[in-house]
């Protein structure tokens, strides 16, 4: 059963909503507030996040930065604006897609499926990647360290895939930035990368001064190898 969460402030429509995505056969949860929304989008992982941006507490597209920052579920913006800066700033945000209300509820099942669509087929074909005892699955986003689950931001996530499908070979700062941000080397954006690296270490068991798989070539960038030695 696909478990949906449904940031809604107006129980109104919160109600009429989950009444009729519950006889479609899903599992509804409801937020009344961008804070808890957050904090069940964590505890409940659910499949699909229907997301309001007119909330009492923080405003929708905080809520998205902050659960972006930590989850790839794909969410689905619910706005009255239907204005194009408001569409805009939700997509380049990350929102999957988007509702004006009033909606019906046959659209929303309709995108619901298409997303869900969207998040089952992942990246396309790309096949998981081994080195050692890491393993990088790039259709599931699941990353495992011995056999352990290694719990990574979208960012984190997405850096580590983009080493690991070139090991042994030195990626450049000025690379991940525009592979992963899609912003280009600019004062500043060095520093969000090593801030990155340095997360991404520490959940790998790692630091810069005892590497294991990410090794810091200076002056140049890093590169993943297959560590020596044993974990
Ligand atoms: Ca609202």
């Known amino acids: 059963m696909t478990r949906v969460l449904m940031v809604e402030d107006d129980p ?12 479609r056969g899903y599992v509804v949860t409801l937020a009344a507030t961008g804070a808890s929304g957050l904090a069940l989008a964590l505890q409940e992982q659910p499949e699909v996040v229907l997301l309001d941006l007119g909330l009492p507490d923080l405003s929708g597209l905080e809520v998205l930065q902050m659960l972006r920052a930590v989850s790839s579920v794909p969410v689905i913006v619910v706005t009255a604006q239907d204005d194009d800066r408001t569409v805009v700033m939700a997509l ?3 929102a999957d897609d988007y509702l004006v209300k009033p909606f019906g509820s046959d659209q929303l099942a309709a995108r619901i499926r298409a997303v869900l669509r969207r998040a089952a087929s992942g990246g396309g074909s790309d096949s998981a990647v081994r080195i050692a005892e890491l393993e990088i699955d790039p259709t599931t986003r699941l990353v495992q360290l011995a056999g352990e689950p290694v719990d990574l931001s979208r960012k ?17 700062k000025r690379e991940m930035l525009a592979g992963v941000w ?3 080397f600019a004062s500043g954006g060095e520093r969000t990368v090593d801030v990155h690296l340095s997360w991404l270490r ?9 590497p294991r798989f990410l090794h810091t070539v200076r002056g140049v960038g890093v590169k993943l190898v297959v560590p020596e030695g044993p974990a």
Do not use: H, M, Y
Not at 13 to 19: E, F, K, M, V
Not at 202 to 210: F, S, T
């Open 12 to 23: 109104a429509i919160g109600r009429l909503l989950s009444r009729s995505l519950t006889e």
């Open 92 to 94: 380049d945000s990350g």
């Open 156 to 172: 984190e996530f997405d850096l580590l895939w983009l080493l690991a499908t070139r090991p042994g070979e030195v990626v450049t």
């Open 182 to 184: 899609g912003l280009p």
């Open 202 to 210: 520490r959940k790998l068991g790692e630091n810069a001064a005892e």
